[in-house]
């Protein structure tokens, strides 16, 4: 059955840290928290967990109010940040200290920890301690307690955030197989919209301790309802552009009027502005129907595999996304292509018109 | 400025090294060109930071030697070896004023205080410190404080190189790119060599015009960003640069096949000499994926498929053997199964982990990259 | 902001409170209640509001074991702060001389207070012991039983052997807390030794030289052992400091109301020095010019 919340506030010492915030989550899938730092995933989690009570509103689980009730009580297991395992126990005995204080038989605990250990792939450490252990190790070794109670709900909060970056990429992916499995409601907060689009399920975008949208994650990537949404949920950020829709035309600033068409074509006069993803921005031209800007290279950032061409057009900064190694000078003068059918609306109140592939005005 | 020579270098913090195994670097012969920008990029304990300390003389290597413009420094101590060097954590000196700070090089080194103030201007303007000079450099932010401890080495006229140990670890993310930005347009100007110590793949090839990737205590390869994205010498870069890294299969060479677990994929002519087991290396962006048989491609079951917005990455099972396809936002991934192409000019055959260089001289229909 | 589960932790806390109540806060109410009445027997006491206070304010003796007080209390901190420093400066920063040296230095902090005012009345006889009978075999007549400044010096060398090695222990924790890039960077900026402690080494250990420096303060004004053992505030009144003269007072005339009331402005002005130097060294070398 499900966690839900119910109109939840949080303030500490007069400061909003969870701003009214209503939220379903219901067992056996996936929920990424994304936001940025202080933006109140770990606030919300630690409500969710009831470590925290809430200044106003209810938690109910199963339908029971469970708002108060301490965490002790509660049927949830945590993963944080820092790699939090007993330091004097092995890796083994980690795992089984949750059976361990709910009374589990010796055989039920040996047969579950060598279960998760083997999901973990870390049943070859069982016998180390977790100062033996690599960081990706101890993480796993916290995640594997975590996961070996099978609790209620899950909460993990930017767990691979201490790990390098190919390990986290490892450890994605293997997320993504852990949990599809399971019955709990897993909660998982991170700042990386990339993240949240590996590990897929549903994601709430959060700003200053208010939720903003909540939905499956790959929607809500393409069909961010207000600006905001769509900057915290962009990597590379989104691009903006101010135009005018007028005869049925969209002008933008210094580049070509294009005429109304496909999904823009239902557009009311006035001022507007049009998001582009950083991949949806082309340094050559694709197709006739491609809008040009003039910009000017401020640098050109190199992942390994992609090229992040920081441009600079009209005063505002843009990122062109390129597959593979490119090399830029600073000072270069480019031509930046979009093709219209990809551009995102959103009205002078930063809220969307439309996006691409999404006819739906927004009411109000 | 300075050309650095490493000659047979090698260091191990044992006294009486054994084996390999002892050594935090193995013996290399590298020389670094003046006035040009190096990265050196590995994951932690590779020995990235005892390269540099050794170049910088705060470590004095077990074995070989380093030579600035020919000239044996290996003996000498940091501050007669003419280097600057930027820490993890900003240095600085906190009761002086930002001024004060950059001109205390100069000071100690007993220049007109005429002098050190166009010096000291100069170089705060390149660094737009100059708003700041007056103030104490203790109450500054840590980029701040990063751009003065990178302005006490430019200040110098005689530094030789300036060497960075992974200094924007504290810097707040979104002035991280205006800090990248200003150390190329420094290095733009100062034309000074180099040596930038970073286990971010982003930040290495960014700044560099060379990047040196380090794993193990060995350097497996120097070269361009491009040339380490498209060309790979040692499997191990195939797997760090790039994101996801490069698919490597252990295969069976013979006569131009390379056979995986049953399935046989023509690597093209120019390895047509090779015979026995190999890894074959190609990255994920540059495999295809096609619903349907196609000649030259070997069929696979495919796993799963992950939406990551600007692309998508299709897991899929060739036997064995696990395999990434990087595909483009909205292309159709076949489900269950489909048929994967290996484009033989991207794919790299590697022995024991290091590239085999084509053989070039074989003729061939298939065109090699580069 | 409540904290219903966490309610327990309160009464984890009520035996410190208890602890504490009884050996602080009870002693000091009753030393209140003393500076304002007199009392003649249990049953048989008199208010007198602030007649004590006054009394004792226009006290000379007291003002005399005030000044003496603040020379004494100055010297220490002038000479035991650069010493300490000095000293931890000096010894080794790593390998087995760091822990024997950190052994060798904290020994008289290890001694009784009693045993250390026997050894040096010992020491400094002028008959036999070692110090003495040496500065008077050189010509110098010294004798701290009869002569004031003698005396007076003794008290002086004897606090600052006793506590200047926490000074050292104070400030060689400080120098060994400094990243050791800082070093490295002074030496690429072809920094002198001198620049280096002015630069570095001194800034980075203001935190600990102002634990120092409020701790030596203290303890140096609240000085009874040593003078105590040594003369017992003689000859004369010259090494009469404050508690001694308060002692003198309460157990000696056994004058309780002006005791008292003495006790109250002495604490006062402990607490009004150590956050003087409080606040003068939050300030120095932060930039902070207000």
């Known amino acids: ?364 | 400025m300075a050309r650095i020579e490493l000659k047979n270098l090698a260091h191990s913090y044992h006294s009486k090294p054994k084996s390999e195994a002892d050594y935090a670097l193995q013996q290399m012969d590298h020389v670094w060109e003046d006035g040009q920008a190096y990265a050196l990029l590995g994951p932690s304990g590779c020995g990235k930071t005892t390269l540099l300390n050794i170049i910088s003389g705060l470590v004095k290597p077990s074995e070989g030697t380093v030579s600035f413009d020919g000239e044996d420094v290996s003996a000498l101590l940091p501050q007669e070896r003419n280097i600057a060097q930027v820490f993890q954590f900003p240095v600085i000196y906190d009761t002086m004023s930002v001024y004060d700070n950059l001109a205390f090089p100069l000071r100690n080194r007993g220049l007109a205080e005429t002098d050190i103030r166009a010096r000291v201007n100069e170089v705060a303007e390149m660094l737009e410190l100059d708003d700041v000079l007056t103030r104490r450099a203790a109450n500054l932010s840590a980029d701040a404080k990063q751009k003065i401890s990178l302005g006490r080495g430019l200040v110098r006229s005689d530094v030789a190189a300036i060497l960075f140990d992974e200094p924007l670890t504290v810097i707040d993310p979104h002035l991280k790119l205006y800090l990248r930005r200003k150390l190329k347009q420094i290095h733009a100007r100062f034309k000074l060599t180099m040596v930038y110590v970073t286990h971010d793949q982003l930040e290495a090839l960014t700044f560099a015009d060379k990047v040196v990737v380090m794993h193990a205590g060995q350097v497996v390869q120097i070269g361009t960003p491009q040339e380490l994205f498209e060309n790979p010498q040692h499997t191990f870069v195939g797997y760090f640069i790039g994101s996801p890294g490069m698919n490597i299969l252990p295969c069976n060479m013979d006569k131009g096949l390379a056979t995986i677990s049953g399935s046989v994929i023509p690597v093209g002519a120019v390895h047509e000499s090779l015979s026995g087991a190999h890894e074959l290396g190609i990255r994920p962006e540059f495999l295809r994926l096609h619903a349907a048989a196609v000649a030259g491609t070997v069929k696979v079951t495919i796993r799963e498929t992950e939406d990551l917005g600007s692309c998508q990455i299709a897991r899929v099972k060739m036997g064995d053997h696990s395999l990434k396809v990087k595909l483009d936002e909205g292309d159709t991934v076949p489900t269950e199964e489909g048929y994967l192409e290996f484009p033989p000019k991207w794919i790299r055959i590697y022995a024991d982990g290091k590239l085999v260089e084509p053989d070039r001289s074989l003729k061939s229909d298939v065109e090699i990259a580069q | 902001m409540k904290k219903w589960e966490d309610n327990k932790a309160w009464f984890m806390v009520i035996p410190v409170f208890l602890v504490v109540a009884v050996s602080a806060i009870l002693p000091l109410m009753t030393v209140v209640n003393y500076s304002i009445q007199d009392i003649f027997g249990p049953d048989n006491r008199v208010f007198v509001g602030l007649e004590w206070y006054q009394e004792v304010l226009s006290d000379t003796r007291l003002h005399d074991a005030l000044k003496r007080q603040l020379l004494f209390s100055s010297l220490v901190l002038l000479i035991e702060i650069p010493l300490g420093v000095l000293i931890a400066m000096l010894m080794p920063k790593r390998g087995w001389g760091a822990s024997l040296s950190l052994v060798l230095v904290a020994l008289p902090l290890l001694i009784p207070w009693n045993v250390i005012g026997t050894i040096w009345i010992i020491f400094t006889r002028p008959d036999i012991g070692l110090f003495g009978a040496a500065i008077n075999a050189l010509g110098v007549p010294f004798d701290h039983t009869a002569a004031p400044f003698d005396a007076w010096v003794t008290v002086l060398l004897m606090e600052v052997w006793h506590w200047t090695p926490l000074v050292v222990l104070l400030a060689y924790a400080g120098l060994q807390a400094i990243p050791e890039a800082y070093f490295q960077a002074a030496r690429i900026d072809g920094a002198s030794t001198w620049a280096t402690f002015r630069y570095i080494q001194l800034p980075k250990m203001r935190g600990v030289l102002t634990i120092a420096v409020l701790l030596r303060f203290m303890d140096s004004f609240l000085i009874y052992a040593e003078p105590f053992v040594l003369t017992g505030g003689g000859p004369g009144n010259s090494t009469t400091f404050l508690s001694i003269y308060l002692v003198k007072l309460a157990v000696g005339q056994f004058d309780l109301g002006p005791a008292a009331a003495f006790s109250m402005i002495y604490f006062l002005i402990v607490l009004l020095f150590c956050w003087l130097f409080y606040q003068a060294l939050l300030k120095v070398g932060t930039g902070d010019k207000s």
């Open chain 1, 1 to 364: 059955m499900a966690l839900v919340l119910e109109n939840v506030s949080k303030s500490v010492a007069g400061e909003l840290h969870i701003d009214n915030i209503s939220l379903q989550l219901e067992p056996g899938t996936f929920n990424v928290l994304l936001g940025r730092t202080l933006s109140g995933k770990t606030s919300l989690m630690r409500l969710m967990a009831g470590l925290d009570r809430p200044s106003k509103g209810r938690v109910l689980m199963d339908g029971k109010d469970v708002t108060g009730l301490p965490v002790r009580k509660r049927d949830v297991a945590m993963v944080y940040q820092q790699f939090i395992n007993y330091p004097s126990m092995t890796v083994y005995k980690n795992i089984a200290s949750p059976l361990r204080l709910a009374k589990v038989d010796a055989a039920e605990i040996d047969r579950r920890v060598r279960e998760v250990a083997e999901m973990l792939h870390i049943e070859d450490l069982l016998e180390r301690l977790p100062v033996e252990l690599s960081g990706g190790q101890q993480q796993r070794t916290a995640i594997a307690r975590a996961l070996v109670k099978d609790t209620q709900l899950l909460l993990l909060d930017e767990p691979l955030v201490n790990l390098d970056y190919k390990l986290r990429e490892e450890l994605r992916i293997e997320m993504r197989d852990i949990f599809k499995r399971r019955k709990s409601i897993v909660v998982y907060a991170t700042t990386e919209p990339l993240e949240a689009l590996a590990l897929g399920g549903n994601t709430a975008v959060m700003d200053e301790g208010r939720l903003e949208q909540f939905g499956n994650t790959i929607d809500v990537y393409q069909h961010p309802q207000s600006i905001k949404i769509a900057q915290a949920f962009s990597d590379p950020a989104m691009n903006f552009v101010r135009g005018e829709v007028a005869e049925k035309t969209v002008k933008f600033g210094s580049a070509a009027e294009i005429p109304l068409q496909g999904h823009l074509f239902d557009l009311t006069e006035g001022d507007y502005q049009f998001g582009m993803r950083a991949g949806h921005l082309h340094l050559n031209r694709k197709s006739a129907a491609d809008v040009a800007f003039q910009a000017d290279v401020d640098l050109a950032e190199i992942s390994g595999s992609e090229t992040f061409v920081h441009v600079a057009h009209n005063g505002s900064s843009w990122i062109v996304q390129r597959q593979g190694v490119h090399q830029h000078a600073m000072g270069e003068q480019v031509e930046v292509y979009v093709d219209p059918s990809r551009l995102y609306v959103f009205n002078r109140h930063g809220e969307r018109v439309v996006s691409p592939g999404n006819f739906q005005e927004v009411l109000n």
